[in-house]
């Protein structure tokens, strides 16, 4: 089986204190895939802010047809985070994508695998 990885976000610099959310793309749904595991992993770098993932059964989504996805948020208030943070969750999502917030530093990457 080929994995397929996808770059959701890279460079994001720009400070804000309210979500923001990177376009959505593929998940294991999209492709009817069952019992899949998706692997997330967020790229740090002085970094302050939150992080999470979302996704949605619907395939044509709304505002108000994302899911918070468990054990993806990552919430430092640090300032001087630079990492890398690495989580699986299964779920047969048809789109993913990745809410941030940024005060301080730089979300170098954000990615995830199929």
């Known amino acids: ?24 793309n593929k998940g294991a ?4 895939k069952i019992d899949t595991t998706t692997t997330v992993q967020y790229l740090v ?3 302050s802010g939150s992080i999470k993932m979302q996704g949605t059964l619907e395939l ?3 505002d108000d047809d994302w899911v ?5 948020l990552i919430d430092d208030d640090s300032t001087s985070a630079d990492d890398s ?3 699986s969750f ?16 730089t979300i170098l990457s954000i990615r995830y695998n199929l």
């Open 29 to 32: 749904g999209y492709d009817g």
């Open 90 to 105: 299964s779920g047969n999502f048809v789109w993913l994508r990745a809410a941030y917030t940024l005060t301080d530093g």
């Open 68 to 72: 918070d996805i468990n054990s993806t």
């Open 1 to 24: 089986m080929l994995t397929e990885s996808i770059e959701l976000a890279e460079n994001i610099t720009n400070e804000t204190f309210d979500f923001n959310y990177t376009a959505k």
């Open 60 to 62: 044509y989504p709304g």
């Open 85 to 87: 943070y690495t989580n």
């Open 45 to 47: 770098q002085e970094f």
